[in-house]
């Protein structure tokens, strides 16, 4: 037994960088995804090989206790992905410990928020804070039991006894997880759209006059994200044709993307065609990328913020042509202190980026989705004046295109 001990560690040093493995299930075996190990060979040289089969696949397990310690609330992960079509369903459990309990029963509630303002103005009551969607269910006594899935049965074993299961379904019609960036003095809770999922302890289910203490309550902060669509449609294109004072011909400028949607921190190249026919001289070509935040759900308020402003020093002479291609990246690093950017939804103490476009489906009204986020990349062309007023500039040529921002599905 001590050769096949030393065997199984001896192997696992060597290829074990994730904490996962291979394990085995009836006949078949499988490999942990989150696991960079590769199979182990059976035979004399590794007498471990079948014990590496039957280690337990480590899973990360989410919890939080409420105060009083009788309610303990189990997720298996915190993000939820929205598939357009559906939405994954969210499992859970609560174990429950009924000392205090007194003729209260314990609920638990699944709840997408929209949220504007800070936790200084909640003082003074403008905080503005509405429901977009709710749903609650009583955990104890069980009134109801879901049908009992994978994560179920993991999370059943590890809270153990007095633990019991339940099932959120997700619409799909609501929007996706996504916060405002607070400025460097800003406390609380960031703005923007978020999802929790709350165990608590009351009298009735749903009775906005009862009080629930803080101590009688477990919550998590969960995601509702989005990835790309698996096809890519053919990318944006603009042209603009602009006459100069002083010129008998003009300067065509025309723009465009390969693809109609980029991942975050993917590279974007950027195609330009310049037909200078004028006297003037393009100096060089500046890039902006603005976020364009629309606040939907109870007013008209729009914020546009510029995430990148990139200068390049192609010159482009008179009566002359060029076909350039410039690469940029918007990333969240180059604007940690910028107030009110739309960022993913975060979770505390969690990096996150540039929040992804919003992608509306056909017939949902703008409204309930709280917040919807957009992209522009505008394209300048710094041209000089010339002629009698020397190097002083005559005007910029502009085209915009619009930019999708999203997260690759990932491989499954």
């Known amino acids: 037994m001590a050769e096949v001990v030393a065997a199984l560690l001896n192997w696992l040093s060597l290829n074990d960088r994730s904490g996962g493995g291979w394990y085995k299930k009836g006949e078949q075996v499988f490999q942990n995804p989150h696991s960079s190990l590769t199979h182990p060979a059976t035979g004399p040289d590794n007498p471990a090989a079948e014990y590496i089969f039957n280690l337990p696949v480590m899973a990360k397990i989410f919890k939080k206790t409420s105060g009083n310690g009788g309610l303990t609330l189990y997720l298996g992960k915190r993000d939820y992905v929205d598939h357009v079509s559906s939405v994954e369903k969210l499992d859970g459990v609560v174990k429950v410990d009924t000392t205090d309990f007194g003729d209260r029963k314990a609920f638990v509630q699944m709840a997408c928020a929209f949220r504007y303002g800070s936790d200084d103005l909640d003082v003074m009551g403008l905080c503005f804070r509405k429901d977009i969607w709710i749903q609650q269910i009583q955990i104890y006594p069980e009134s109801s039991k879901p049908e ?78 989005q990835y790309a669509p698996s096809q890519v449609g053919a990318g944006p294109k603009a042209d603009v044709c602009k006459s100069f004072m002083m010129s008998d011909k003009p300067v065509h400028l025309e723009a465009s993307m390969e693809k109609d949607l980029y991942f975050h921190g993917e590279d974007i190249p950027i195609k330009i065609k310049i037909n200078n026919e004028s006297n003037k001289t393009v100096k060089k070509i500046k890039i902006t990328v603005d976020q364009t935040t629309d606040i939907v759900l109870y007013s008209a308020d729009k914020y546009t913020k510029t995430v990148l402003n990139q200068e390049f020093g192609e010159t482009v002479d008179a009566a002359s042509t060029a076909d350039i291609c410039l690469t940029i990246k918007p990333a969240l690093s180059e604007n940690k202190e910028k107030r009110g950017l739309a960022l993913d939804g975060r979770l505390k103490d969690e990096d996150t980026n540039l929040a992804s476009t919003t992608m509306i489906r056909p017939g949902v009204e703008k409204e309930v989705l709280g917040i919807l986020v957009s992209y522009k990349i505008k ?23 619009p930019l999708n921002l999203m997260h690759p599905k990932p491989a499954e």
């Not at 923007?192 to 009080?211: H, Q, W």
């Not at 919550?219 to 994200?225: A, G, M, P």
């Not at 394209?379 to 040529?397: E, F, R, Y």
Request: hydrophobic share 35%.
């Open 148 to 225: 009992l899935s994978a994560m179920h049965d993991t999370l059943l074993k590890k809270a153990g006894d007095n633990s019991y299961p339940f099932s959120f379904e997700i619409p799909t019609n609501l929007p996706c997880s996504v916060s405002l960036q607070p400025g460097p003095d800003d406390k609380g809770k960031a703005c923007g759209v978020d999802f929790e999922v709350k165990t608590y302890l009351a009298k009735e289910k749903n009775n906005p006059d009862e009080k629930i203490d803080k101590k009688d309550t477990a919550r998590l902060v969960v995601r509702k994200i």
């Open 379 to 401: 394209i300048n062309l710094m041209v000089a004046g010339g002629g009698l007023l020397g190097g002083l500039t005559a005007s910029d040529v502009t085209v915009e295109l």
